[in-house]
């Protein structure tokens, strides 16, 4: 009987830990892995993957009918909204300050301090906060949002390489970490990282988002970009060892084939099936390829990916 | 793995007796290494080398056909762990299970949907690869019956399931059945010299299963040594971990170590520890994106079967040769004469970027596409294949004048410096610089076309 070994491979790197969330509420660390995503084989996985409800400050104008009717009444107040994500198990909540964009509204830094505040009131979960990414509005509410909230320790975004010092400086003084997005492109990424790391910030303050691409709208291109990252971190790239950002919800729930109701040819199938699988799919796909933080939309996606990574993450003793 | 010129010399005469053409053996091994030579080049070397030679240089993961024509399942012979390494190159064959305990009807129903299913992606036709039969009660008749029905669809790949050898013979009896080379599954350690015997004589594929890679790697050697050489491997894990930490120990034995014994496709079946549809779904999804070769479902709508379409077709694009859009005029959200013209390029990427951010701004829209080979919108500019004469020869090609009212076109940001050239090219044309980034197209049309 030939006795197989397995074949482990031995890396040399680790993942960056990030830890998010204040003193006296829950935390979240992410990262801090020895090998590929979920091959118990071959390293540690001290954390388990992460997921995020995606929150705006402001009723989403243009989401899919059966996203916004699952989150009912809770979508008029982000407060309410939060809260009720909570309940549905997320980890984290992503709070996209939509209405500080110019033609949203343009809402002031002040009352995105506000929106933070009753945010975290309604809820002891770690935050990650990005402006409407339009960098002068982006530094106005992250700055003020930065100090309304210091120690609570958010990651505070979006930092690009043309708008980074500001967010980056922010971040530093008030104890927070940031959320660093680069074009889908695995050296742009490290190149962030550089920059922001040369300014001061600390390495285990950075996450990074290296753009998403939903199923059929580029999703192997952001996999490969992932992939890639993971095992240059794993190889021992200090610079490209930080935790990976998905937005699987944004980038599936603005498609077609998860939007559209009718004028679609018959062979789509039902919307309300395929929608979810297009988000829950992007989703797994990219968690695999090494997505720490995972964004989602809908409820039940974040029900199902949840019931996913617990099955991932569970040893079912060896195979060989 | 190939091997080194190296190895490959060692099984040489060693005479350098120049016959070969090369003048002396080792610069043969060295064009051998290369796939630059043939070892039948060589006149002298024993029957013994060459059945070594030929051994070792076969692929790590052995190619296995399942089905004839039509939807035929060919998988196997991968080279890469991760598909940026080089490309994934077999997609696996998507199959629907049927059980034989089901009612005819419903199974006939089951059987033509799939059959009949098809849908459009990229200008590509995709559809589903066959069906699994299962004997599920144990009751030949019944079993036969399935099967039976099974061949209103001759185009569709089949999968036998029965452990029992005098059904699957019964079964392959009929030589319609056995002529559409369905995979035999499965050989096991309690039948598996009856199942070589009848994979043998019906020249049909072999599925092999055993709990654990090591009962897993016995077993083929067995099923090997008795002149069976296309085998499925199935190691029995079927929940999301176990699968992945299998499947991705089974693919690195076979690339990285050589591993012959699991040089293999794989079998699997995400329905099985499935606790909801949705589950089975994101357990095939796992199959396609890790090292999966045939995967059979429990459950088939066109919902489900769409994405996975879709996701199989993202994971085995071969990243060196980007998928492209066809070049055409594309409208968005019904356009008239009057709506505003935009132009890209044929890089799916770079398409669907710019595509999903119009559908999302709710503007009615044409979207011009010209072919650039699949470059993006820099790359192709750099390298001449996005310029004024491309550009005008498409607006031509495309009568581009005859769908639009108004002569004003929009160019990508990036690409500003085409402006005084298109200018030249179009003079009767206003040609606008859009944003450098898709992000900004929403906002853009509503600048320049709110009413």
Partial sequence: MPKVEAPVEKWRGRVQEVRLGGDGRKQVTVGGESTLPFLHFDGEIPHRPVIAAEVLDMPPADWAENVVSAWGDALKSPAAWAKKAAQLGADLIFLRLASAHPEQGNTSGAQAAKTVSQVMEATDLPLIVVGPDVAEKDNEVIVAVAEAARGQRLALGTVTDKNYRTIVATAMAGGHAVVAQAPMDMNLSKQLNILCCDVGLPKDSLVMDPTTGALGYGMEYALSVFERLRLAALQGDAMTAMPILCHAGYES???????????????????????????????????????????????????????????????QGPVS | MALTAIEIYKYLPKTNCKDCGFPTCLAFAMKLAQKGAELSACKHVSEEAKS???????????????????????????????????????????????????????????????????????????????????????????????????????????????????????????????????????????????????????????????????????????????????????????????????????????????????????????????????????????????????????????????????????????????????????????????????????????????????????????????????????????????DAEKISKAAKNFKVEEKIGHRSLVIPGAVAVLRGELEGEFPEWKIMVGPREAVGIGPFLKQNWAR
């Fill in chain 2, 52 to 386: 070594a030679l030929e051994a070792a240089s076969r692929p790590p993961i052995r190619l296995v056909t399942i089905g004839k024509d039509g939807r035929k399942v060919e998988v196997g012979n991968e080279v890469a762990m991760f598909r940026h390494e080089k490309t994934f190159y077999h997609q696996p064959g998507l199959l629907l299970r049927v059980k034989d305990s089901a009612a005819p009807d419903k199974v006939a129903q089951e059987m033509a949907a799939v059959a009949s299913y098809k849908v459009e992606r990229v200008g590509m036709q995709l559809s589903w690869n066959g069906l699994a039969i299962q004997n599920d009660g144990g009751d030949k008749a019944a079993f036969l019956a399935a099967v039976k029905l099974a061949q209103a669809h001759p185009e569709l790949a089949l999968v036998l399931m029965s452990d029992d050898p005098d059904t699957m013979a019964a079964a392959l009896g009929d030589p319609a059945v056995a002529g559409r080379l369905p995979l035999i599954y499965a050989a096991t350690e309690a039948n598996w010299q009856k199942m070589a015997a009848l994979a043998k004589q019906h020249k049909c594929p072999l599925a092999v299963r055993a709990g654990g890679l090591d009962a897993l790697a016995t077993l083929t050697e067995q099923v090997a040594a008795a002149g069976i050489e296309d085998i499925v491997v199935d190691p029995g894990a079927r929940d999301f971990g176990d699968s992945l930490n299998a499947l991705t120990q089974i693919r690195r034995l076979a690339l990285k170590k050589s591993f012959r014994p699991l040089g293999y496709p794989v079998i699997t079946f995400p329905g099985e520890k499935a606790s909801s549809q949705e589950e089975e779904v994101l357990l095939a999804t796992q199959h396609i994106a890790r090292y999966a070769g045939v995967i059979v479902l429990d459950h088939f709508s066109p919902a489900m079967a769409y994405p996975l379409l879709t996701e199989r077709l993202n994971i085995y694009t071969d990243p060196q040769k980007p998928l492209q859009m066809q070049a055409g005029v594309y409208p968005f959200g019904k356009p008239d004469p009057a709506s505003p013209l935009l132009v890209t390029t044929n890089f799916s990427l770079t398409y669907f970027s710019v595509s999903s951010e119009i559908e999302s701004s709710g503007f009615p829209t044409w979207l011009m596409v010209v072919d650039t080979e699949g470059q993006s919108v820099l790359t192709s500019w750099a390298s001449g294949k996005f």
């Fill in chain 1, 253 to 315: 729930w603005r498609q077609k084939e998860a939007k559209a109701v009718e004028g679609v040819p018959v062979s789509w199938g039902d919307q309300k099936v395929r929608s979810l699988l297009w988000e829950q799919m992007t989703a797994l796909t990219l968690l695999q390829s090494g997505a720490e933080i995972m964004v989602l939309r809908h409820p039940r996606s974040m029900d199902v990916v949840r019931g996913v990574i617990d099955r991932l993450m569970a040893r």
